[in-house]
């Protein structure tokens, strides 16, 4: 297994280097190409993604650990089969279309003007997450924890109140249709 650190990849299209078994610390990723990669059993520590194609790749065992993605593009990024041991991520203008977080601990996560559309957030525990300017557009929320998560200015969702832990979260008059929703009232 290689090791790297604090080294930086730019502009690289990792699809063409089949060998991706490695771990990686305090490194940084700008504009490289993952698309469809097999990233099973990759270790992420410290690491920074900034304009990469993350689409499709694949996360079996995966290690993310205090890890920023920023402005990248990463449809779906089924983070549901990563490993969950000190499991920590956080979001910043990309785009997460058709994604799972399925049952994680997602505690705390910062997702910053993101296209969250088609995610499954079932079972994922959101507690004091931070969610701003994003789109929830046909997310699923089933069993979802989100104590204390700041939901104040994002939009298109549609969370039902009986299925989903909310005590504590923030939201806005503007945004509390997709809160009510279910319940079958006019909000005029």
Same mark, same amino acid.
């Given at each position: 297994?290689?090791?790297?650190?604090?080294? $930086?990849?730019?502009?690289?299209?990792?699809?063409?280097?089949?060998?991706?078994?490695?771990?990686?610390?305090?490194?940084?990723?700008?504009?490289?190409?993952?698309?469809?990669?097999?990233?099973?059993?990759?270790?992420?520590?410290?690491?920074?993604?900034?304009?990469?194609?993350?689409?499709?790749?694949? *996360?079996?065992?995966?290690?993310?650990?205090?890890?920023?993605? $920023?402005?990248?593009?990463?449809?779906?990024?089924?983070?549901?089969?990563?490993?969950?041991?000190?499991?920590?991520?956080?979001?910043?203008?990309?785009?997460?279309?058709?994604?799972?977080?399925?049952?994680?601990?997602?505690?705390?996560?910062?997702?910053?003007?993101?296209?969250?559309?088609?995610?499954?957030?079932?079972?994922?525990?959101?507690?004091?997450?931070?969610?701003?300017?994003?789109?929830?557009?046909?997310?699923?929320?089933?069993?979802?924890?989100?104590?204390?998560?700041? *939901?104040?200015?994002?939009?298109?969702?549609?969370?039902?109140?009986?299925?989903?832990?909310?005590?504590?979260?923030?939201?806005?008059?503007?945004? *509390?249709?997709?809160?009510?929703?279910? *319940?079958?009232?006019?909000?005029?």
């Amino acid at each position: 297994m290689d090791y790297h650190f604090e080294e $930086k990849f730019e502009q690289i299209n990792f699809s063409e280097n089949l060998n991706l078994v490695s771990e990686y610390e305090n490194c940084q990723f700008i504009n490289c190409d993952l698309n469809n990669l097999d990233l099973n059993d990759v270790k992420f520590i410290n690491c920074e993604f900034i304009e990469c194609n993350l689409s499709n790749t694949k *996360l079996i065992n995966t290690s993310f650990q205090q890890v920023e993605f $920023k402005n990248c593009k990463m449809i779906g990024f089924n983070l549901e089969e990563c490993n969950q041991f000190g499991l920590n991520v956080n979001f910043n203008q990309c785009i997460l279309n058709d994604s799972s977080f399925y049952q994680l601990p997602l505690k705390k996560s910062k997702f910053i003007e993101c296209s969250l559309q088609n995610v499954d957030f079932s079972y994922t525990d959101l507690s004091n997450s931070y969610f701003s300017n994003c789109n929830f557009s046909n997310a699923i929320f089933d069993q979802t924890i989100l104590k204390q998560a700041n *939901l104040k200015t994002s939009y298109n969702f549609r969370i039902n109140s009986n299925e989903n832990q909310l005590k504590g979260a923030i939201f806005s008059k503007d945004n *509390l249709i997709g809160l009510v929703e279910h *319940l079958g009232i006019k909000i005029e």
